[in-house]
């Protein structure tokens, strides 16, 4: 039989472990959601450097979508990035910033990538 002291801390143990497990694995998975401007397009700026930056990116489905690529790195690995699903790709020179303009129809999970699909990322479509 536990002390009620014992089921608070507990309860508090269980609590902190959920609220970190959330953290690491809830959050990611949510992504970093596209804000939408006064003209109606989901708008985001994705840092490139060794890696994408966000990496999970969230839109929602029927609403035109702009991602800004802006690369900051020399490295040959990253200069197109290549959307399959949506017949898109752009190179990326060096400090620019390039728009990468599509509208998502259907909810899903579609992945994004170097040319050579080293340096992934994730555009989860709700
Ligand atoms: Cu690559």
């Known amino acids: 039989m536990m002390e009620p002291a014992q ?4 309860l508090v ?4 472990m959920a609220g970190v497990a959330w953290f690491f ?4 998975r949510a992504g970093v959601r ?16 060794g890696g994408y930056n966000p990496s999970v990116i969230e839109v929602q489905a ?17 200069e197109v990035v290549v ?6 790709s752009a190179r990326l020179p060096e400090g620019e910033r390039i ?3 599509f ?14 699909g080293m340096v992934r990322g994730m555009l989860l479509v709700r």
Request: glycine residues 8%; contains cysteine.
């Open 13 to 16: 143990g269980i609590t902190l």
């Open 25 to 28: 694995w809830g959050s990611r």
């Open 62 to 78: 029927g609403t035109p979508v702009r991602l800004t690529f802006q690369r900051e790195e020399s490295a040959a690995c990253t």
């Open 34 to 49: 596209a804000s939408v401007t006064s003209a109606g397009v989901q708008e985001l700026l994705v840092l490139v450097k």
């Open 83 to 88: 959307f399959p699903d949506f017949d898109r």
């Open 103 to 116: 509208v998502p129809e259907v909810p899903g999970s579609y992945a994004f990538s170097c040319e050579m």
């Open 7 to 10: 089921i608070v801390v507990t």
């Open 99 to 101: 728009p990468v303009d």
